[in-house]
Structure formats: structure tokens, C-alpha cells
């Protein structure tokens, strides 16, 4: 039985059997299989930075920062890999307090599952590793005062040094990069710290040093190149390389910087900062620093372009970065209009509903009206900040996926189904269907399907798309309704609320004829724009029962008959306010969901409770509205009746036939004064990919 951790370091499986003895044990420690080989010489290089010649700082910060991401037995490796670096450069006498100290880090418990307090409890270990044991046994070896001081001094770099690496290890950024990208990436920090190697005159820290002012020059310009050329001098010179070298680093990242957009830029200028700062004419011994440059500008031609795109777009200051943060403005601003419009929609709704020729015209009721329209604003205030959430996690990872240099820009936004993804291209793809294949991508890493929503290459003349999640069933909606007068007093809209979600709303006026339509039809409208702006269902109904409550002085009521149903599962949500009660039939089996509230427009307060039911492939969700049930005026149980009929009826009928055979059922069996009949018959059919899923913008079907 095993586990499987993610973290900085590489996927792998780690047995927790607690049956095998110790040789097995020490197996696993050092099987090849489990090491994290560039995290190993991150400990290696860690392990010999010295400060001043004397501090040795960096690998205790590291095993800690490493423990918050593993567990002890886990960063076994890690702890021989620092403990190998500081035998390499100093004298037994000299570490055995980072031993010691590096010890008691690896002997105490794994510390809390809570981020902000695992972190605190290394800070705590850290300090007790320096003061406790590396002072006192340094004092030992080495009696005197400024040991003390040198205890406290690295006391606090190290506390300094896991703060980055713990900050780097746990960065809401490190998803942009794959675990062995910022592996390596540390991997170069680590060797500017810890290699002091030169091979034919040539030194490879400076040639590291050097490629890493080039490649931000490359991706930022001046800005990211002076800000890097300016961290790393200072290290240089804490690592005591001499000064010239931390002023040459300097001017490389301003000078590359500045000319990094012209062919061969970063190279130009890293000969120009060169021969400025160590003059003219060349003298034997600065030719290797004209080598350096050019090995180091090499190497940043040879890495990977996508590799560098994807710091640019995280590293504030560069170009994909201001790219991207214009995507995301402009998104907030499309969704907050179209959310203000909504909104305004709502309003003007409102007003529609209230317009009414009052012939009481009483002060009472004209209080009465404006205290429920002040209760409605109250209720719509909340909505009209809109929800944006980013996700940049998924973001990075379909960037990392798709790897191409055509992606010109890339945005994730969560929904109410999935992601909706939005993205383009530098270049049209000419008919290729680029966006397809970023769509197999999207359903490959997110674990769903997804499809091509909209395609700016047809609609728009350039080469954009947006990606939503693709539902796996699609709903067959047809409906039947017979009016006892000229108009039909009910009413039935159907409308999309998002890729994957579909509501259905029935609603039966007061009475007969225009006057019944009315009401309905402001309940229909006013429901369907406040849902479609993002009310919860109980507080857009609340909003309409005010609204028909002071529409007029006569009492007058509507029914309110909501389902939504979700296209990924069959989930049907059904909220009813007055209403007949909805059958799903399955096959012979009749399921009835009743109605336990009072109409809307009645009492100034309406309890909305709602009732979750499943809806599988193949059946059917019937609504109705009351005429149909009172068809049948002398029978006592009317739904019983009704599941009577749909048990006879084959269930193999389509949609239409099914409408059309209950209503001709219901109108034979009629008397002459009825009400207004209305019948909505929706069946859930999988979507196989040819048929295009239900979209309604909002209709009467």
C-alpha cells in the first residue's frame, strides 16, 4: 500500500508499511528511484556557501525549508546531500555544530498539516538549531566573544534564507513551472552559492551569474536585467569575489537590457559593459570575462523558448505579464457590464411590472408600494458587484501543456460548470482548428470534456476562442397549451444559465384571459432576468412576490414553477410557489413533486423551499399548470389520475407526442368551463456529439 505526495520535488510513491525491518528501510533511503537528483545538489552547493569565508548559513535554512514539503524520511537524501557540501570545504572541528544543529532538524516530528504553522515551527527549530546548539559548541572549539556574535548574525540570515526558500517552495506562482523546471531553476541559485570552480581561467560561478543577467535581460529588459545584475552582486561580494566582478554584473544588465530587443542584443551589450568597465585596450587577463559572455549568452539562446515565455508572463515588469494583466482587466470590465446590464434589465422590468392604474389611490397604498419597492432595491444592491475568480493554477498548467509559440494570450475563469477558458493566437491558423486541439488539451488535464464555445476566426476576423465545458446530456423541450379564452393565462419561458444548466419556468395567473396573462407573464419575465443576473432562486422569488404584492390593489397571484436542470449529471433543482405538482416519469414509474408554498402576490412573506430530484438518460420531466389537474372536476386525487395516464402512455413517445397525447387525454375528459391548460415536457438525451445541445437565450417555447 502506498501514497502518492506532490510537491516541489518529483512525483513518486512512498511506502507507509510499517511491517518491514530496518534493512528495508535503508534500502528506500537510498534507492535511486526516490532521489530527487537536482534537489540533492541544491543541498550539495547549499552546504558549502559560505559568507565571509566563515558563515555557513544557507544549509540548515535549506533542509527546513525542504521538511516543510516532505516528510523525514523523504528528506533523508536532502540531509546527506548538505552535510556532503560543508565536508567538502571546511574542517571537522569547524562543522561539527551545523552537523549537530542539522541533526536535531532531522530528529524533531514532521511539524502541523496547517501551512502558516508548519511554517512557524521551522522558524522555531531553525533559531533553536543556531542558539542551543551550533553557539555553544562553536564557543567550545573557538572561545571567544564574537562566536556569540556570529551565532546571532547567522541566526538571522537563516531565519531570512527559509523565509525565501519556503516562500518559493509554496508560491501561488509555482504552478506556472513544472516541478523539475523550478528545480533546476533553484539548482542555478544554489550553484552561484556554492561552486568556486574554474576550469581554463574561466570561472563557473561567473559564467552562471552571467547567463542569469542575459536571460532577464532576454525576458524583462532593463528593469528585470538591473534588478538581477543588482541581487547578484551583492552576493558576490558576500561570497568575497571581488567587487569589480559585482560592478561588471551591473553594468552587463544595464547595458543588455537596454538593447536586448535588437538581434544578438544581450550579446552586444555584454561585450559593450565589458570593455567599459575593464577598459581599453583588452589586457590578457579580462579576455576569459569576454568568454564568459559569450558561454553565457549561448546558453540563454539554447534554452527553451517556451520555458522563458512562461517566466515572462509571471514576472512583473515584462511584456506577457502587462499582456496578461490587460486580459484579465478587460475580462472584469466585459463581466461587469454585462452584469450592470443585467441589472439594469431588472429595474426596468420592475417598472414594467408596476405600471398599474391604481382607483383606490390611497395614501395607505402608496406607502404600502413604496415600501416594497424600497425592500426590493435592498435585495438587489447586494448583486451588483460581479464574482471574478481567476484561476491562474489551471492557467499555468494548460500553458505548460499546450507549449506553442502561437499562444498569444491565455485566460481561465471559474464558472458555475467547470472553466471557461479564453484565449488567442499571435497568428489566424488558416482553418486548422487550433482551438480544437487546445480543447483535447483543456478535457485531457481538467478530467471533462470541453468544447469550442466561440471562435473569433469566424465571428471576428481574428484568431481567438473561448472553451466551456461540454455537457453530457442535452434536454428535449416541447410544450402544449390550450387557453379556455382569446388568451391563455399561462405562461413558460425555457433559458440557458450556463454551458451546462438549463431552467424551465412555468407560471399560471389568477383567473382567465388577459388579465391572468399579465400577471403570469411579469412573474415569468421579472424571475428569468433576476436569475439569469445571479440571485440565489429564494431571493429572486421573494423579489417577484413583493413585486406582484404592491403591482396593484386588487388581489391578484401568480404560480411560480421552476426547475433547472444540469446537463453534466441529471440533477433537477425544483422550486414551487403555488404551482400543480411536476411528474418525472421513468418508464411505468410515475415520481411526483407537490407543491408546499402559496402563490406568489398573496402574503407579504413566501417560504421558498426547494426539492432536488434525479433525472436519468431517456426520461421524462413533466410540468403542468392547474387547468389540467381541474379538468377532472369530480375526481378527488387528481395526480393520481394524471400518474395513471403517464403509466399507460408508451414511453418511447418523443417529446411532441407525449405534449400532444396529454393534452388531447386531458381535453376529452374536460368540462365545458375550464381553465387554461398548459403542458411542458422535457426529456435528458446524452449528447453524442452530433446533435447540438439545447441553446436558449430565453423564449416561450
Same mark, same amino acid.
Given at each position: 500500500m502506498g501514497?502518492t505526495?506532490i510537491g ?5 510513491t512512498?511506502s ?11 534500502n528506500d533511503?537510498i ?6 537528483w537536482p534537489?540533492f545538489f541544491c543541498?550539495?552547493f547549499?552546504?558549502?556557501a ?7 548559513p544557507f544549509?540548515i535554512?535549506y533542509y &527546513?525549508a525542504?521538511? +516543510?514539503?516532505?516528510?523525514r524520511k523523504e528528506a533523508?537524501i536532502?540531509?546527506i546531500?548538505v552535510m556532503l557540501?560543508?565536508i567538502?570545504?571546511?574542517?571537522q572541528?569547524?562543522?561539527?555544530p551545523?552537523?549537530?544543529g ?7 516530528g514532521?511539524?502541523p498539516r496547517?501551512k502558516?504553522?508548519?511554517y512557524?515551527?521551522?522558524l522555531?527549530w531553525i ?13 567550545v572549539?573557538y ?6 556574535f ?11 534564507i *527559509?523565509s525565501?526558500l519556503?516562500?518559493?517552495f509554496?508560491?501561488?506562482k &509555482? *504552478? ?13 541559485i544554489a550553484?552561484?552559492?556554492?561552486i ?5 581561467g574561466?570561472?563557473l560561478?561567473y559564467?552562471i551569474?552571467?547567463?542569469l543577467?542575459?536571460g532577464a535581460a ?13 541581487g547578484?552582486?551583492?552576493?558576490s561580494?558576500?561570497l568575497?569575489?571581488p567587487i569589480?566582478?559585482g560592478?561588471l554584473l551591473?553594468g552587463i544588465g ?7 530587443r ?7 551589450g555584454?561585450?559593450?559593459a +565589458? ?6 585596450p583588452?589586457?590578457?587577463?579580462n579576455v576569459?570575462y ?5 558561454l ?10 517556451h520555458?522563458l515565455r512562461?517566466?515572462?508572463?509571471v514576472?512583473?515588469? +515584462?511584456e506577457? *505579464?502587462?499582456?496578461?494583466q ?5 475580462k472584469?470590465?466585459?463581466?461587469l ?5 443585467q ?9 414594467n411590472t ?5 382607483k383606490?389611490?390611497?395614501d395607505v ?18 448583486q ?6 481567476f ?9 505548460q ?5 502561437? #499562444?498569444?494570450?491565455?485566460?481561465v475563469i471559474?464558472?458555475?460548470?467547470g472553466y471557461?477558458i479564453?484565449?488567442?493566437?499571435n497568428?489566424?491558423?488558416n482553418g486548422?482548428?487550433?482551438c480544437?486541439?487546445?480543447?483535447e488539451?483543456?478535457?485531457q #488535464? ?9 471562435n473569433?476566426c469566424?465571428t471576428e ?9 461540454k455537457?453530457e ?11 379556455s379564452?382569446?388568451v ?5 419561458m425555457?433559458?440557458?444559465?450556463s454551458s ?7 407560471s ?8 391572468? &396573462?399579465?400577471?403570469?407573464t411579469?412573474?415569468v419575465? #421579472? ?10 432562486w429564494?431571493v429572486?422569488?421573494r423579489?417577484?412576490n413583493r413585486a406582484?404584492l404592491?403591482?396593484s390593489?386588487e388581489?391578484?397571484?401568480a ?13 433537477v ?11 418525472i416519469?421513468r418508464?411505468?414509474?410515475i415520481e ?5 408554498a402559496?402563490?406568489?402576490?398573496i402574503l407579504?412573506d413566501?417560504?421558498?423551499e ?13 410540468m403542468i399548470?392547474?387547468g389540467?389537474?381541474?379538468?377532472q372536476r369530480?375526481?378527488i ?12 402512455l ?7 407526442e #407525449?405534449s400532444?397525447?396529454l ?5 376529452e ?5 375550464r381553465?387554461?391548460?398548459m403542458?411542458?415536457?422535457a ?10 445541445s439545447?441553446?436558449?437565450?430565453s423564449?416561450?417555447?
Open positions: 501514497r505526495e516541489l520535488h518529483s512525483y513518486r512512498v507507509i508499511s510499517s511491517t518491514r525491518d530496518k534493512k528495508n528501510i535503508f533511503l534507492s535511486l528511484s526516490n532521489i530527487s534537489l543541498g550539495v547549499f552546504g558549502r559560505l559568507i565571509f569565508n566563515e558563515l555557513i544549509g535554512a &527546513a525542504v521538511r +516543510t514539503l516532505m516528510q533523508t536532502q540531509l546531500g557540501g560543508l567538502t570545504i571546511i574542517n572541528a569547524t562543522i561539527s551545523y552537523l549537530a542539522l541533526m536535531l532538524l532531522f530528529l524533531v514532521d511539524g496547517n502558516e504553522k508548519n512557524h515551527y521551522w522555531l533559531a533553536v538549531s543556531f542558539i542551543l546548539i551550533r553557539g555553544p559548541i562553536g564557543y572549539f572561545p571567544v566573544p564574537m562566536n556569540w556570529n551565532t546571532v548574525f547567522e541566526t538571522g540570515l537563516a531565519l531570512a *527559509y525565501l519556503h516562500h518559493l509554496h508560491s501561488g &509555482a *504552478y506556472v513551472l513544472a516541478p523539475t523546471q523550478i528545480q533546476l531553476g533553484l539548482l542555478l550553484a552561484v552559492l556554492g568556486n570552480l574554474t576550469v581554463y574561466i570561472s560561478r559564467v551569474c552571467c547567463y543577467v542575459l532576454k525576458i524583462g529588459g532593463v528593469v528585470l536585467a538591473s534588478v538581477m545584475a543588482a547578484l552582486g551583492v552576493i561580494i558576500l568575497n569575489e569589480s566582478f560592478t551591473i544595464v547595458i543588455s537590457g537596454l538593447i536586448s535588437l538581434p544578438g542584443g544581450i550579446v552586444l555584454g561585450v559593450i +565589458t570593455l567599459l568597465i575593464q577598459g581599453v583588452v589586457q590578457p587577463s576569459p569576454i568568454f564568459i559572455i559569450f553565457a549568452a549561448g546558453l540563454v539562446y539554447l534554452t527553451p523558448g520555458l512562461q517566466l515572462e508572463r514576472i512583473p515588469g +515584462t506577457l *505579464y502587462k499582456e496578461r490587460i486580459t484579465q482587466a478587460n472584469i470590465r466585459g463581466i457590464e454585462r452584469k450592470l446590464n441589472s439594469a434589465n431588472v429595474f426596468d422590468e420592475l417598472a408596476m405600471k398599474t392604474k391604481s383606490k389611490g390611497k397604498l402608496l406607502v404600502e408600494q413604496l415600501s416594497g419597492i424600497a425592500d426590493i432595491v435592498r435585495s438587489l444592491s447586494f451588483m458587484q460581479p464574482q471574478v475568480e484561476s491562474e493554477e489551471i492557467e499555468g498548467k494548460l500553458i501543456h499546450i507549449n506553442s509559440p502561437d #499562444l498569444k494570450e491565455l485566460t471559474k464558472s458555475y460548470d471557461d479564453y484565449g488567442a493566437r497568428t489566424p491558423c486548422k482548428n487550433w480544437q486541439n487546445v480543447t488539451i483543456s478535457s #488535464l481538467l478530467g471533462s470534456s470541453y468544447q469550442v464555445a466561440a473569433g469566424i476576423g481574428e484568431c481567438s476562442f473561448r472553451i466551456e465545458p455537457p446530456y442535452r434536454l428535449e423541450v416541447k410544450m402544449a397549451k390550450v387557453a379564452e382569446g391563455s393565462g399561462d405562461s413558460n425555457v433559458f440557458q444559465l451546462g444548466k438549463i431552467a424551465l419556468l412555468v399560471d395567473g389568477m383567473g382567465k384571459g388577459q388579465q391572468a &396573462a399579465n400577471e403570469s411579469a412573474a419575465r #421579472l424571475l428569468e432576468k433576476l436569475i439569469r443576473v445571479g440571485y440565489p429564494d429572486a422569488i423579489i417577484v406582484l404592491i403591482r390593489a388581489e391578484m397571484f404560480t411560480i414553477d421552476l426547475a433547472v436542470v444540469d446537463l453534466q449529471n441529471g440533477l433543482e425544483f422550486v414551487k410557489i403555488g404551482s400543480a405538482p411536476s411528474f416519469k418508464g411505468r414509474d411526483i413533486v407537490r407543491n408546499r402559496l402563490p406568489a402576490g407579504k413566501v417560504d421558498v426547494q426539492d432536488r430530484r434525479l433525472l436519468k438518460e431517456g426520461e421524462y420531466l413533466i399548470t392547474d389540467i389537474l381541474d379538468s369530480h375526481i386525487h387528481k395526480d393520481q389520475w394524471f400518474c395513471r395516464i403517464l403509466r399507460r408508451d414511453p418511447s413517445l418523443d417529446t411532441q #407525449l400532444k397525447e393534452m388531447k387525454i386531458c381535453l375528459k374536460s368540462s365545458e368551463n381553465d387554461d391548460m403542458i411542458l415536457v426529456k435528458l438525451i446524452r449528447d453524442d456529439g452530433d446533435i447540438i439545447y441553446r436558449r437565450k423564449s416561450a417555447v
